[in-house]
């Protein structure tokens, strides 16, 4: 199939974005996008300024995270952390690049400059004795709309899609692929913030 025929190139942008939502609730509050064929146009917004790019991307997840927590839909959140157990939900958070870079700041804010190890399948940041987030007030998206069940289940497109299109368009605007696995973008982040 060619780059013309591809489904997801076809409905990327906002088009893509929606049927990530749709998936992802099912799973997380976003998807990976996984199809190797996506080509990025080169994005205007970026500057030749890498760390103002991040700044400024990382000021608009913040943005989104202290909107979502002053208007959050109602939940039964009671700090299990069975959500942060990936071994027991079989679900992980997948992760746009400005959160990542968001988690990572805040990694390095708590003295890491690496993730913790964690052989368990339970999320490096858990504390493994305090059983608390270890960057709680930097957690990524997925962490915030709670797709445990124990919580009632993730927030439904209607309450989030808005403000999972601006992730989106953070993600775009910093040539991301999509959601990515929180281990593996955070690592990635810490990374990138050298
Ligand atoms: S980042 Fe924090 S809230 Fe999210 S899964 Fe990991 S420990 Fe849990």
């Known amino acids: 199939m060619g780059l013309g025929q591809c489904a997801c190139v076809r409905i990327r942008n906002l088009e893509h974005a929606r049927i990530n939502i749709a998936k992802t609730f099912h799973l997380s509050s976003l998807t990976p996008h996984t199809c190797p064929l996506i080509v990025r146009k080169r994005n205007p917004h970026k500057t030749s300024d890498p760390r103002r790019d991040t ?19 109602e939940r039964n959140c009671t700090l299990q952390t069975e959500c942060c157990r990936f071994q027991i939900t079989g679900q992980t958070p997948v992760l746009t690049k400005g959160e990542a870079l968001t988690a990572a700041k805040a990694v390095r804010s708590a003295g890491r400059k690496e993730l913790p190890k964690r052989d368990d399948g339970a999320c490096p ?57 929180i281990t593996v973008a955070i690592r990635d982040a810490l990374e990138d913030l050298k």
């Open 55 to 73: 700044e400024e991307a990382v000021a608009g997840v913040r943005q989104i995270y202290a909107e979502l927590k002053a208007n959050p839909p």
């Open 125 to 181: 940041l858990l504390h493994p004795y305090t059983s608390r987030c270890m960057i709680y007030e930097g957690r990524p998206f997925g962490c915030r709309t709670h797709f445990c069940e124990a919580a009632g289940g993730p927030y439904s497109r209607r309450e989030v899609s808005d403000w999972i299109r601006r992730l989106e368009e953070i993600d775009e605007r910093l040539g991301g692929d999509g959601g990515r696995d």
